[in-house]
């Protein structure tokens, strides 16, 4: 079963930049579709952003697009977010997913992502 840990969360001033990442532990990494969501108290879980798994194909949501870029290094079985120009409404617990089935794509719904992280905060600050 995979297993995903988040890291590089943090308080950082608006405009900024922070990277978030993601380590896989199942040797399939590659083979799946991944995706970044954010949540906020009282708030449904959002999709930020997703990527298939040949890394060729990447889906934004609106309000992170042109300034959130995901990534991954299959060899290394880590997940990336870059996030630049922060602003106060980004702040919110990151979550990585990923889709059970393997050679997936990117998909912007919730419930098609069987793997979640514990999620790690980003704080924005004005």
């Known amino acids: 079963q995979e297993q995903l840990v988040e890291s590089g969360g943090g308080l950082v001033q608006a405009g900024a930049s922070l990277r978030l990442s993601c380590t896989a532990s199942?040797?399939?990494?590659?083979?799946?579709?991944m995706a970044w969501f954010r949540q906020t108290p009282g708030k449904e879980r959002e999709f930020v952003a997703a990527i298939n798994w040949r890394d060729s194909t990447t889906l934004y949501s609106d309000s992170v697009q042109g300034r959130f870029s995901i990534s991954r290094d299959n060899a290394k079985n880590t997940l990336f977010l870059q996030m630049n120009k922060l602003k106060t409404e980004d702040t919110a617990v990151y979550y990585c997913?990923?889709?059970?089935?393997?050679?997936?794509?990117?998909?912007?719904?919730?419930?098609?992502?069987?793997?979640w992280g514990q999620g790690t905060q980003v704080t924005v600050s004005s």
């Open positions: 199942e040797r399939n990494f590659s083979r799946h579709a």
């Open positions: 997913a990923a889709r059970g089935a393997l050679y997936s794509y990117g998909s912007y719904y919730r419930g098609e992502y069987d793997y």
